[in-house]
């Protein structure tokens, strides 16, 4: 590694040491060639190109996505005396003009452009002009019509190769299976680029998923004992949920934005201000809100519905936990979301060929649902990667789930669609089940058949369980026109004559819990609480003078070492992990100053050497 990067880390970014593959990415950048990678989110995929633009000639231009976060983004580059800026629609004519001039006199470090900007002829002339020291392509996935977050608009950023054939390019994305992967190297011309795969562990975030019933209370329970004071995410299915949710842990004493495209643009703007400038706020989204999302005290991501693959599962839980402390992800799903992400994929504009590969994606993700072995395995194998024993930080390691021989209920279940005509929901098929009192059967005359009051061993929660079980292994199909009844599929006929059985999941009971997954201090001692506290009140007087997130001047991280450590002198606060140069002579002297007003000095615990979080 070139003397000048790790010199860039340790005095600009404040690490010691580079993890992962970033040194090689690094390396591979300054030396002018392309690279493709995949790394977590929390992995430090932004130091793979901050480090290289500072280091080659001219200024770094970073295509992202979504011009809501650039700022802060500039804003917490600033902090370190790097020189970035951004252009987007937010600017007046004589910003967009001053940054413009910036990058053709080579005043800037490195520069955020929407990919929709960077696509014009004014954009590509000017860059034309300009000394440009690397392109990177964040959330690359969204090249690809089979990744979860598709622009068009990045199909053709390919013309950055044409274009500026001798300016090295790095294509980043937190999220890809081998398909998405494919897609991305083709559509951009990166044939020839240096591919670097991460491991997609994120070991400090717990999985845990459920079924939905009473979702909403399992949600308050869960806040209540896991963070009840912690920000997060909450993720529905439309903008309707989205929004009771919110009112309802708000009058329910939790601060609760909603977010969706529904809402107006200043709306949005306002509420994703709040979630990332104050502490203790939950966001209330639809899959419209997080990708970009820096924040890296996210403490959870909880699911109220099922998302629809397991890259968008992977994907948005992976904003939970970016400072590399404990993290929750928390789900809750029924059979109802099952029928309404396969009625949302059949009423889709794509092709038969897109439809088929998202009710893959689908089955995949319901297979991780229903599933009674570790789930981050399955993950981590889903992505092409072997791991090699139980991780014991998911559901299934720490409660293992229950499973019953669910043989003879699920062909009384069968046989009752059959028999009632493969015309009828599930609820309707319960009912006959259960032997209900309903006129409706009665006109239908159903309660002559030999299903009828068949199925007494089992609750109605107990049969939605085993039909929402069925349903996922195919060996029911809903239909898909919109009328949510049940037909059987060829999947079904050993079971039905015996020739096959099925173990199925048990329901878990309500008050059976997963030991407290302490994030809020994971890395903290008793004894610092109240110090970190302090310190914490501190980066947010200081944040809210200069309007900018408190993680920006520090992570949470950062604080903990200091609480820990309680460094006396300048040279003591710069071996902490996270403290620059610049911060350092900025911040550090106030910082000591109430460290030691606080308490009186405790015994140093150096602890193991911090890495680089993503900057």
Known sequence: MTKSAQHILEEVFGYRCFRHHQKDIIQTLIQGRDVMTLMPTGGGKSLCYQIPALVREGTGIVVSPLIALMKDQVDALRQLGIRAAFLNSTLSFEEVRATEQALREGGLDILYVAPERLLTEHMLALLEASRIALFAIDEAHCVSQWGHDFRREYQQLSILHQRFPGVPRIALTATADQRTRAEIIAQLGLEQAAVFINSFDRPNIRYALSEGQNAREQLWRFLEREHPRDAGIVYCLSRKKVESIAAWLNDRGRVALPYHAGLADEVRHRHQERFLREEGVIVVATIA??????????????????????????????RAGRDGLPANAWMAYGLQDVITLRQMMQEGDGDERYKRVAHQKLEAMLGLCELTTCRRRALLEYFGEACEAPCGNCDNCLSPPQTWDGSE????????????????????????LCGKDDARIHHNGHHRLSTYGIGGELNNTEWRSLFRQLIARRYLEVDLEGHGTLRLTDLCRPLLRGEAGIELRRLRKAERTSKKNKAAGGHLRPQDASLFEALRRLRLTLAEAQGVPPYVIFHDSTLMEMARIRP???????????????KLKRYGQVFLETIASHTTREPVDTGAEATPEEA
């Open 568 to 582: 006396r002198s300048l040279d003591e606060m710069r071996a902490i992990s996270g403290i620059g140069e610049h």
């Open 289 to 318: 809100f997080g990708m970009g999302i820096d924040k890296p005290d996210v403490r959870f991501v909880a699911h109220l519905n099922l998302p629809k693959s397991i890259e968008a599962y992977y994907q948005e839980t992976g």
């Open 409 to 432: 209920a699920a062909r009384k279940a069968l046989s009752c669609v059959y028999r009632t005509g493969q015309r009828f929901g599930v609820n309707y098929v319960i009912d006959v």
